[in-house]
């Protein structure tokens, strides 16, 4: 599909500092000189509606089921990369706090399995006016949800590797794509109405679907 880098996050649940050790072999193991997998944790908080993505060169595992300000302070510390995942989804957005914004680099604007095929305006809103990158992500679970969203990381003149990739997120040094567009046209205008159309249609056919086989 093109794709240089992938930026893991596997669920945090039933992961202890033992498997996190492995995972990151397996990712460094896996990794080729045309593509890159960076391990990263997707912490949850204790009722799983609160998600943060998280990345670091060099990190323990942050624990499970935790607070989601807590879980941001030790990513802070440890001079990881956070991300706010999927805001709409279980209506995590509501529990979104300015006091979180220091400790993030970004929130999800666009993730296929959350949102559908159309990007959400509310939530290039919440990055609105605040140093934080909308980002555009894959809950890539099965085949059928891969969809072409990216976000596009400047490495500047360095080799890509953990390291220069990491420090590009730090710096705000991305860009979400969709279509190898900036995500940014179909949050209005011609393309945006168009993608948010075709949400509407998708989803319910989708709704009658699942209706029709339960």
């Known amino acids: 599909k093109g794709y240089d880098v992938v930026l893991m996050t596997e669920h945090d649940r039933g992961f202890d500092e033992s498997r996190w050790r492995d995972y990151c072999a397996a990712c460094a193991e896996s990794s080729s000189p045309e593509l890159l997998f960076v391990p990263g944790i997707e912490y949850s908080d204790a009722d799983n509606v609160t998600h943060i993505l998280c990345w670091s060169e060099e990190i323990s595992f942050l624990g499970e089921d935790q607070d989601t300000l807590l879980t941001l302070e030790a990513a802070a510390e440890a001079n990881a990369c956070a991300v706010f995942a999927h805001p709409w989804r279980k209506r995590a957005h509501e529990r979104y706090r300015p006091s979180w914004v220091p400790h993030l680099v970004g929130v999800e604007t666009w993730n296929r399995k959350a949102d559908g095929i159309a990007p959400r305006k509310e939530a290039v809103e919440m990055v609105r006016g605040t140093e934080l990158t909308p980002y555009a992500s894959l809950d890539f679970h099965r085949a059928r949800q891969f969809f072409p969203l990216a976000m596009e990381v400047d490495v500047e003149d360095r080799p ?19 279509f190898g567009r900036p995500l940014e046209l179909f949050t209005s205008g011609f393309a945006g109405g168009a993608v948010r159309a075709a949400e509407a249609t998708r989803s319910s056919v989708a709704a009658t679907i699942r209706r029709l086989k339960s």
């Open 160 to 178: 890509a590797d953990v390291a220069s990739v990491l420090d590009a997120l730090r710096d705000r040094r991305t860009r979400a794509l969709a």
